[in-house]
């Protein structure tokens, strides 16, 4: 009797036949890497038999608890596996091979508990990967030799085999249980998971790779390497994987690294690309996928938010960081507005730490409303992020800090929102001198949020001063423009000895949107707005602002009787501004 006699141990239950077992040990002991003409023709004569003996063989392994025990009861399990796995004879054979795959993947631990099982893990992963993607071994040489078959092809073949079990083996979960005694598949998908590691950049594991990233959670042993989740990431940062939509937004719900990645690189493509516009922003950010995904799922809202919020804390008046914010936060809600109200999830999670009394008025699009709601929406609006500063303030006085968190809250939402500011700046255009003060404090709020280094009080004075002069160019005095109206503007956008300058950006939307929305005839406006911005080097950043109000009117917050008019005249305005070459937005 051979020495492999002790592969069923007296103790093992009777389903195995001995003999059966002891001649098939011998079988691939004889036979090889089937390297000779009678080996070849001896294995090919017998596969039907051994396909028959593989299948009881995996049943058997299925009714063990463990891979110890199996080790325990079949000793030389691993080395009959072993010598089959690298007969290309048996590999080639379909059922053949699954059935081998299936053995392996059914003694893969999940969670190794001891040595036996820590290196079947390890023995198990070589092999599987070697036979995927090895291409200079004696099973490979064998194979062209004898049967005419390239290396490439075979083992392509070999890979879409081990993808195709895999694939089968993930979807099953512990609802496919046939008895409590059986041990939990869900196990698999971590297993698949390592072996999927070295193969990520190859396209045939594509749909693995995606499977494994979309199957639903429903057991704790469903987990995924975590060096899957950053081989994978890795790969498709580097574009050398291709995955679809829904793929991608599983990777960013499974690897928080991968999810920070993306936002940061897209953050950092927008904001270095030279000559971005509003429009440029939206166009990015959609294929970015990153708004999509943070509607469908809250929790990559709030890390992608949270980025954006240290963002504009690090370059609060950056100019380009203030529409990236508010460009994201317009493509996320209308990817929200897609779902609801299949989703069901509230704004309150998606914004937990906003004041919840200025949560809806914000969100609302002014496209929503009746235009003749928006003054006293925006009065409201005003007055209740007033009483805000306010309770900040006094708690100041009293060495709190809570107030300035809600305010500063408030802000950002106020940021991400701000096409009511938008909106504010187009009514400030025919509003009087006694509908002016609700509106412009948000303005300058807006601009100011607070009064440590920003001064806001006295900017809002300088807001006041250059309303006043805008008004009287656009709507009071004929030409010729007066000299002294002009400088005042000049000054406006410049730094003022002993006083805070007023931001650059408040003064440019007030022109912009005067020389938008006023209504005298084209040449006057144009003619104020290039020689304001020509002098003041701001040409570029005027044309973003412009930029800006067209996006917001395409959305509809125009009234129709007007809107071909105001796009004449943006239209126009643009033609003036863009024979200057454009700054970032």
């Known amino acids: ?140 040489q064998a194979l062209v030799k004898h049967m005419g078959v390239p290396p490439k092809e075979y083992h392509l073949k070999i890979l879409r085999k081990m993808v195709a079990l895999l694939l089968e083996k993930i979807g099953k979960g512990c609802s496919y249980l046939v008895n409590s005694n059986q041990r939990c598949s869900c196990g698999s998908v971590l297993a698949a998971s390592e072996a999927c590691v070295p193969l990520v950049t190859y396209p045939e594991a594509a749909p693995l790779i995606g499977a494994l990233l979309q199957r639903p959670v429903t057991c704790v042993r469903a987990a995924l390497s975590q060096d899957f989740l950053d081989a994978v990431s890795a790969a498709y940062s580097s574009q050398r994987l291709s995955l679809e939509e829904q793929a991608v937004v599983s990777l960013w719900c499974h690897s928080l690294p991968s999810l920070e990645g993306a936002a940061l690189s897209l953050l950092e493509s927008v904001l270095t690309n030279t000559g971005s ?166 303005l300058t709020f807006y601009h100011h949020p607070t009064n440590r280094g920003h001064h806001r009080t006295q900017q ?16 009071l005095l004929a030409p010729p423009l007066p000299p002294d109206r002009l400088q005042s503007l000049f000054e406006l956008l410049s730094p003022r000895p002993q006083q805070p300058c007023l931001a650059p950006l408040l003064v440019l939307s007030l022109l912009v949107n005067f020389a938008v929305f006023s209504q005298k005839s084209l040449s006057e406006p144009t003619e104020i707005l290039w020689t304001v911005v020509e002098r003041s080097g701001l040409v570029g950043e005027a044309a973003c602002v412009l930029s800006s109000v067209e996006l917001r009117l395409n959305g509809g917050s125009c009234s129709s009787s007007d809107a071909n008019r105001v796009q004449l005249r943006i239209k126009a305005l643009q033609n003036i501004l863009t024979h200057t070459h454009m700054e970032p937005c």
């Open 460 to 475: 809002l004075v300088n807001a006041k001063e250059a309303w006043d002069c805008l008004r009287s160019l656009f709507l």
């Open 277 to 442: 516009t509003p429009h440029n922003f939206e166009q990015q950010l959609t294929q970015s996928m990153l708004p999509k995904a943070c509607a469908q799922h809250c929790s990559v809202f709030l890390v992608v938010n949270d980025i954006l919020r240290s963002l504009l804390k690090q370059a609060e008046g950056n100019k380009c960081v203030l529409s990236l914010i508010q460009t994201f936060t317009s493509c996320f809600l209308r990817e929200l507005a897609l779902l609801q109200p299949q989703k069901g999830v509230s704004l309150k999670a998606f914004f937990p730490n906003t004041p919840q009394n200025l949560l809806v008025p914000l969100l609302t699009q002014p496209s929503e409303m009746p235009q003749e709601a928006w003054k006293d929406h925006l009065n409201w609006l005003s007055g209740s992020l007033q009483r805000l500063t306010e309770e900040e303030e006094e708690e100041d006085e009293d060495g709190g800090t809570r107030g300035q968190c809600v305010v500063f809250e408030a802000w950002f939402l106020l940021v991400q929102c701000a096409h009511w500011v938008q909106v504010a700046v187009q009514l400030l255009v025919m509003a009087g001198p006694e509908d002016c003060g609700p509106l412009l404090w948000l």
């Open 1 to 140: 009797m051979s020495q492999l006699q002790p592969l069923i141990q007296p103790q093992a239950e009777p389903l195995l036949d001995v003999q059966e077992m002891q001649f098939w040990l011998e079988k691939a002991v004889a036979w090889g890497q089937a390297d000779s003409p009678d080996t070849q023709k001896d294995t090919c004569l017998y596969l039907s038999r051994l396909r028959a003996f593989l299948q009881l063989l995996l049943t058997h392994i299925n009714k063990m608890s463990s891979t110890a025990e199996t080790m325990r009861r079949l000793p030389f399990l691993g080395q009959f596996l072993g010598r089959i796995c690298w007969n290309p004879y048996v590999t080639a054979d379909a059922a053949s091979s699954r059935l081998l795959f299936q053995s392996l993947w059914s003694l893969y631990s999940e969670h190794p508990s001891n040595a036996v099982e820590r290196k079947a893990n390890q023995w198990i992963r070589k092999v599987l990967c070697q036979l995927a993607t090895e291409e200079d071994d004696t099973t490979t």
